[in-house]
């Protein structure tokens, strides 16, 4: 029988590449992560990794195996927590992700009503931009994931329970003595000309799109996903940008003029989770004061 100890550790192994390395990320010993694999190999029957020089290599059969650990590791935490919420254990434990934007604006309010009405339930918070968090989500690696996406690509996230939140426009920046600035809306074409600064890398292939489907391609001189910092370059003067309305929101926006543009651009924001962990009491209670939190 495969136990879910021994596949925490076939994954530790696989992601790190040796067993000290694994042992250290578990908090355990290296000998004890070597006999907990010589366990898995016994009851799956046959060799699951192979070392190479200083590193372990996963054999076909370990590979088939790592694959499906996510999910029937993901399968006994929800088991776990419903079968706890069941027996009157007023506890649970969530692994949020979140793209900074969110971070900063929709979380911390989600959380403190989370608190508020379940003060016995632990929430931990990275931050991942998508498709990073999403991948995390699937891998096993968090509970729920809030991710963004512009348009609708077909069977994206068929897979995952999928809990709109909001829509989120983008809108031009351009520092405060550009001829642009103050004005009642303008067209990207207009920015043509200019040098642009660049966000995350989903927002900066959004952003291409837009400009070539408007008849040119913007010259992006600076490209950072720090929001604050292409704040910054814009205020300095060096170039013109278009950020999330949520993004904008959250950071100080000294020598910088909000500007909407044309046509308009909005990305979805999500909540995600796997189907098993949306049955998980604390997770459907984190899923539900985000969207409390996004409709006000």
Same mark, same amino acid.
């Given at each position: 029988?495969?136990?879910?100890?021994?596949?925490?550790?076939?994954?530790?192994?696989?992601?790190? @590449?040796?067993?000290? +390395?694994?042992?250290?990320?578990?908090?355990?010993?290296?000998?004890?992560?070597?006999?907990?694999?010589?366990?898995?190999?016994?009851?799956?029957?046959?060799?699951?990794?192979?070392?190479?020089?200083?590193?372990?290599?996963?054999?076909?059969?370990?590979?088939?195996?790592?694959?499906?650990?996510? &999910?029937?590791?993901? @399968?006994?935490?929800?088991?776990?927590?419903?079968?706890?919420?069941?027996?009157?254990?007023?506890?649970?434990?969530?692994?949020?992700?979140?793209?900074?934007?969110?971070?900063?604006?929709?979380?911390?309010?989600? #959380?403190?009503?989370?608190?508020?009405? !379940?003060?016995?339930?632990? $929430?931990?918070?990275?931050?991942?931009?998508?498709?990073?968090? $999403?991948?995390?989500?699937?891998?096993? %690696?968090?509970?729920?994931?809030?991710?963004?996406?512009?348009?609708?690509?077909?069977?994206?996230?068929?897979?995952?329970?999928?809990? /709109?939140?909001?829509?989120?426009?983008? *809108?031009?920046?351009?520092?405060?003595? !550009?001829?642009?600035?103050?004005?009642?809306?303008?067209?990207?074409?207009? #920015?043509?000309?200019?040098?642009?600064?660049?966000?995350?890398?989903?927002?900066?292939?959004?952003?291409?799109?837009?400009?070539?489907?408007?008849?040119?391609? /913007?010259?992006?001189?600076?490209?950072? %996903?720090?929001? /604050?910092?292409?704040? @910054?370059?814009? &205020?300095?003067?060096?170039?013109?940008? $278009?950020? =999330?309305?949520?993004?904008? @929101?959250?950071?100080?926006?000294?020598?910088?003029?909000?500007? =909407?543009?044309? /046509?308009? *651009?909005?990305?979805?924001? *999500?909540?995600?989770?796997?189907?098993?962990?949306?049955?998980? =009491? +604390?997770?459907?209670?984190?899923?539900?004061?985000?969207?409390? *939190?996004?409709?006000?």
């Amino acid at each position: 029988m495969i136990e879910a100890r021994h596949l925490r550790v076939l994954r530790a192994v696989a992601a790190t @590449g040796s067993f000290s +390395a694994a042992a250290r990320e578990l908090g355990c010993t290296q000998p004890a992560v070597s006999q907990q694999m010589k366990a898995l190999e016994a009851s799956s029957g046959t060799t699951l990794l192979v070392r190479t020089g200083r590193e372990m290599r996963l054999t076909e059969a370990g590979d088939a195996l790592v694959r499906h650990a996510a &999910g029937i590791l993901a @399968g006994l935490t929800a088991a776990e927590e419903e079968v706890a919420a069941i027996a009157g254990l007023r506890s649970g434990r969530v692994r949020l992700v979140s793209f900074p934007s969110g971070s900063s604006t929709l979380v911390p309010a989600a #959380l403190a009503a989370l608190r508020a009405a !379940h003060p016995g339930t632990r $929430v931990s918070l990275v931050e991942a931009e998508p498709p990073r968090s $999403v991948d995390m989500l699937r891998e096993g %690696d968090c509970d729920v994931a809030l991710a963004f996406r512009y348009g609708a690509a077909t069977g994206e996230w068929d897979d995952l329970v999928v809990r /709109p939140l909001l829509t989120d426009r983008m *809108v031009g920046l351009v520092p405060e003595g !550009h001829r642009f600035a103050g004005a009642g809306a303008i067209g990207v074409a207009d #920015l043509a000309g200019e040098s642009w600064i660049a966000g995350c890398p989903r927002c900066r292939r959004q952003l291409v799109e837009v400009c070539e489907s408007a008849g040119f391609t /913007p010259r992006i001189d600076f490209a950072t %996903d720090d929001y /604050p910092a292409v704040i @910054g370059l814009v &205020g300095a003067g060096l170039g013109v940008a $278009v950020l =999330p309305e949520l993004a904008i @929101g959250t950071v100080r926006r000294r020598g910088t003029s909000v500007v =909407p543009v044309e /046509p308009a *651009v909005q990305r979805e924001i *999500v909540a995600l989770t796997l189907p098993d962990l949306a049955r998980v =009491p +604390a997770v459907a209670a984190t899923l539900d004061r985000l969207a409390g *939190v996004a409709a006000r």
